[in-house]
Every structure is written in C-alpha cells, then in structure tokens.
C-alpha cells in the first residue's frame, strides 16, 4: 500500500489554492488547505503534515501582510517540527530581504515565486524536497498484518505525567515515517512486536527485504522524541566506546513529530536469532542461565565497571534519583494497594506478614543522615531488566535501550536486575506453565530464606520455577559481591551499600503498573525485613 504524502497548502487565494491541489494531487499528494495563519497553527497542532506550502501574504487586500513568513517562524519554533517539516514559500511579491534570511536559517527548502506557468517549477521544488529532506519510503510495503499492529504500538508509547497525548491517528501516521525512514531502500518489512517497553515504548523486531531476500533482524524502539534523543545521546557518550563490540548493537536513529524511533543492530547469523532474556529464562537450563549471566557482567558490561571513581554519596539520594523516586510518590503508589499506609508510623502490618515490621519510608527518613558512605561510581545500563538484554545461542549478551545510561552506583544494574527477576520474571515463569496459583506466599518467603542464607535448602521441596529463581539470583548476589570486593575493604560497608541498593529497589516495585498488587506487598515487607538487617550493622565510620 502506497503511503500517502500529507501537504499543508497555506494560501488565502481560492483560485490559486484550487489550482495547486489539483497539481498536487496528481502527485499522490493528500491536500489540506488553510487560509489564515490561525488556522494553519490550528491544523499543525491536530493533524500530521510531511511539507508545508505557505504563501507569504495571506491578506490579498494587503500586501505588507507577511502573516505566511510569521507563521514558518512558528514552525522553526516548535521542537516537534525540527527537522521533519521542511517549507517551501509561495509568493507573487518579490519580499527579497525575507528569502534571504528564510533560506538561510529557517527550514525553508524553496522558495517559488507565482508567475505564469509556474506548476512545474513548484513541483519540481517539491519532488526535491520530498526527496533531500523527508527522505521517506512512501512505498514500503508491510507483511502478514504490520498495517493492524500500528494502533497497538501508538497504544505501548507513554507520555509524560500531566501532559496530553497526542491522537492516536497522528501517532500512527508519525510511525509509518519512522519505519519509512529507517527502511528507507527497502522493499517491504516484517516486523512482530516484542513485549510492551517497560519505560512507555513500542518495541518490535524487524526484517527488512532489500531487493530479492531479507536481510538480519534489527530490534526497533518507538517512543517520545525526547526520550529517544537523551537514549541516543547516552548511547553516543556511555555505550559506543565503552562496551565491546560484540555486544553493544549499532544505533542508529530517526525522529517524526512527536515520535522517535531508536534502531538497534546486532551481530547475529541471520539463521540464529538473538533472544530476549526474557525467553532465555523462561526456556533455558540453570546452568545456562547462569553461564549468561556471568558474561553480562564480567564480559558485555565489563569496561563499565572497570574503572569506578570514589566518591562520598548519600545512597538514599543516589538511588532516588536514578529511579526518579520521591517518598511522595511512593507514598502515594503504596496507598493504591495498602490503603491504611502511612508513612510517618514507624512500623506496619502486612497481610501475609505474622508480626508488625519496621515501616520503610519511615526508616528512610530517620536515617537518610547516615546513609552517605564512601561509594563507587560507575557507568551503568540503569533498566538492566530481562527485556533490554539480548542473548545468543551461544550465551553471549547484548544490550539496548540506554534511556537511563550514565555514571552511578557499581551496584545499581544488579540491584535492578534482581527485583525483575523476583517480580516479573518469576511470576511469568508461573504463568507460562499454566499454574500461576502455585505461586503462593509459602513459595515467595521459601525464595527470600534461600536467598538470606545463599543456600538452596530453604528451596529443595519448593516449586522448580522458585528452586531455579533462586538459584538464578544467588548467582547475580555472588557476581555482584566478587565485584564490590574487588574495590572495597571494608566489609561492613560493602554489606551496608547492598542492603541499601536492595532497600530502594524493593520499594521502586512497589510503583511499577506491571507488578501485581499481592507482589508489591511482598516487596514492600522485603523492603521491611532489607531494615531490619540494617540496623544490626554498626553505624559507618
């Protein structure tokens, strides 16, 4: 199916504005037209465009008006159109002084003046732009049922706190550019969704056809054209010259509007498919498992940790600011599922818990001055979650999605990695074996035993999907204590700084949307018991 070129015709002009549709749409172009520069606005704030053709005088009875120039000054104004609405001026005035400074630092591509037998000379100018600076495959064909997939993937993409979100018709349209643009020398493209972003993004895996066959799988990132461009930037300044080759995938990115879309390619054998660790948990042995994970952190991510700075830091501050957390917010998260919840008491009673425990936020705050201790700092990948890691078959890891990538605390990835794991990936690995009620309290407190202990006794007559969570996470425990040792003498400091990573991590849980309520609770007395163990350390020198 031919992609249709979306033009906005400024002009006040009926004559002239029925003669340019008509050219235009010879063109497979879809016309709509405004005659005002408030209707204009009005239009590009609700609908999608690729160029804009504006007349310069939109008051024929007036030839001082230049209300068409005022309103390609708005364009260059607004952060959504930078770069993605290229203009070309429409004039019957000569308004020189203005074509010379539009050309030159407004996105205006040309600038066409109205004299006789002038259409070929505008569609001339827009072929060219359409060709320089939309630069999209208006031709790129879908399989199986791409077309139907693009209202979800609209549906996955977030949007900030308080702020609108765009129509979904818009999205839409913005995301047949973006697959137009990546693709843009493709002949067609097959691409499934892969699951839901965890950070408010569309994500799917995509192969493109060039020519007679189908190149290698490319993993592709929709989201908030801000989001996008901070990801880009920490993927140039933390990732591209930091991760070894063979691990860290090309980056390549494009923008549309609103959107951004973020492409990642991989080093893969086109018969061999890269997998989500996601996958790998749920499908894969133990003994896999753990060999994966012993070369995400000593092999993928070891130039990060290699070389860490000293620096005093208040844990509590760190990790608040690293997961964007508030005890406002958590307060608030906490009161969606324990509506008694009140965070200036200092203990609370859990429904699965047999005594009252030491409340959490409570204990953040009475001891938020004892918690700046000497720590490491690090380049870290921030949402080490199952769903950004990628894995070969033959155990090796990559990684994407570097929205949250910068330095910070030596333990924050394995601390992340380690309540994905317990919160979602186990009890999805409950789900896919058709037994989410197996998955009972009794489970969960055998798994938090064996993991106090380090020891798989606490787990042996338990469930295999919690005997191999288990076993899972004491090996990300022992890869994580090996590399606090290794710059660290001190070891109740070394004690203090994981049960205060562990501490915030738990309660960051406590707000996630995809967790269930019953396993926030869980999380939230986890969190309790992570305080008590912290009191019976000596206060830090």
Known sequence: MTQLRHVLLVEDSESASGDIRLWLEEEKCEVTGARSLDEAKELLQHKHFHVAL????????DKQNIDGYRLIQWIDAQPIFKDVLPCIVLTANEHDG??????????????????????KELLDALSATFEDSVRINFELEYDDDGE???????????WAEGEEKPDERVLVEEIRDLLGK??????????????????????????????????????????????????????????????????A?????????????????????ANKPLREFDEFFQREPIERIQS??????????????????????????????????????????????????????????????????????????ANRNHCTVKVYHSISHGDLTGRNVFVTDQGHCWLIDFYRTYRS????????????????????????????????????????????????????????????????LITTRSLANDLMARYHRDGDNIQRQVLLSRLITHLNVTRLKHVKPRHKLWALGAAAHICEELDRLPQPR
Not at 258 to 267: E, N, P, R, S
């Open 54 to 61: 504006v007349d310069i005088t939109l008051a024929s009875h």
């Open 98 to 119: 203005l074509a010379v400074e539009g050309m030159g630092r407004l996105p205006v591509k040309f600038w066409v003046k109205k004299k006789l037998n002038y259409s």
């Open 148 to 158: 139907e997939a693009l209202p979800r993937m609209a549906g996955h993409v977030g």
């Open 182 to 247: 990546q693709y843009r020398n493709a002949v067609r493209i097959y691409f499934n969704e892969l699951t839901k972003g965890l950070s408010g993004a569309a994500v799917i895996k995509v192969r493109a056809k060039w020519g007679n066959d189908y190149g290698p799988a490319y993993v592709l990132k929709i989201g908030r054209r801000d989001k996008v461009l901070t990801e880009f930037r920490n993927y140039e300044n933390n990732v591209e010259h930091f991760l070894p080759a063979n691990t």
């Open 249 to 269: 995938a090309g980056a390549q990115v494009v923008y549309s509007g609103h959107l951004g879309a973020i492409q990642y390619k991989f080093a893969e054998d």
């Open 292 to 365: 994966a994970l012993h070369s995400l952190f000593d092999d993928t991510c070891r130039y990060w940790y290699a070389s860490p700075d000293p620096e005093f830091k208040n844990l509590i501050a760190l990790y608040y600011r690293a997961l964007n957390l508030s005890d406002e917010k958590l307060t608030t998260r906490i009161r969606q599922f324990l509506q008694e919840f009140d965070p200036a008491q200092a203990r609370l009673s859990l429904p699965d818990e047999p005594t009252d425990l030491i409340n959490p936020l409570y204990w953040l705050q």
């Open 409 to 472: 605390h030596l333990l924050r990835d394995y601390v992340i990695l380690e309540t994905d794991i317990k919160y979602r990936l186990l009890p999805e690995l409950f789900q896919n074996a058709g037994r989410p009620e197996v998955y009972s309290w009794e489970e969960y407190r055998a798994l938090e035993e064996s993991l106090c202990s380090g020891e798989l006794r606490h787990v042996k007559e338990r469930s295999p999907e919690v005997c191999k969570a288990a076993e899972t």
